[in-house]
């Protein structure tokens, strides 16, 4: 595949995408600037701590370059943390980062923080058999748009949607050999 693949590297589970995406035989790199976004057909960010994401993306003046790519209708994948940062979720009440690219309500940590973390098989919308998935501390989406499609739920709480260009998963679809649901994105780049 000769597209290239970022994958936002301010804060979380950054290298071990690069790896699922060169064990896919993409040209994945590290995005940490402006300028790092240029040639890029498709970006991922990553799981870790959304509040710390955000903050980065801020601080490093990423805000604006990262809606100009969303609005060119560049694929975006946002996983875990990066689910958190994509919503519009208006409920919250913190001055933390939304970027409203998917129209969703989320509940962060939404599984618990004492059942931190688990793992589960999906069914998932678009791929024809279960998909191993890795959740940590991981959110849930409470509530989706009418443009949004919803593609798994786990005990009827939906944890990955997508609305045109934009792809979301609470899990780490990064953290197992089973990379359905990276080459499901993958196949969003045109
Ligand atoms: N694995 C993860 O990305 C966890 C997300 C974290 N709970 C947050 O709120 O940012």
Known sequence: MNKVVGVLDLQGAVAEHLIALRNLGVNAVSVKTAEDFVGLDGLIIPGGESTAIGRLIREQGLEDVLRTFYQEEKAIFGTCA??????????????????GFIEMEVER??????????????????????????????????????????????????????????????????????????????????
Do not use: M, W
């Open 82 to 99: 990066g689910l958190i940062l994509c919503s519009t979720d208006k409920s919250h009440v913190t001055e933390d980062l939304r970027l």
């Open 109 to 190: 940590n939404g599984f618990g923080r004492q059942i931190a973390s688990f793992e589960t098989y999906l069914d998932f919308s678009g791929i024809d058999r279960k998909v191993e998935a890795v959740f940590i501390r991981a959110p849930y989406i409470e509530s989706v748009g009418p443009k949004v499609k919803v593609l798994a739920t786990v005990d009827q709480k939906i944890v990955a949607a997508e609305q045109g260009n934009v792809l979301v998963t609470a899990h780490h679809p990064e953290l197992t050999e089973d990379y359905a649901v990276l080459t499901y994105f993958l196949e969003k780049i045109v």
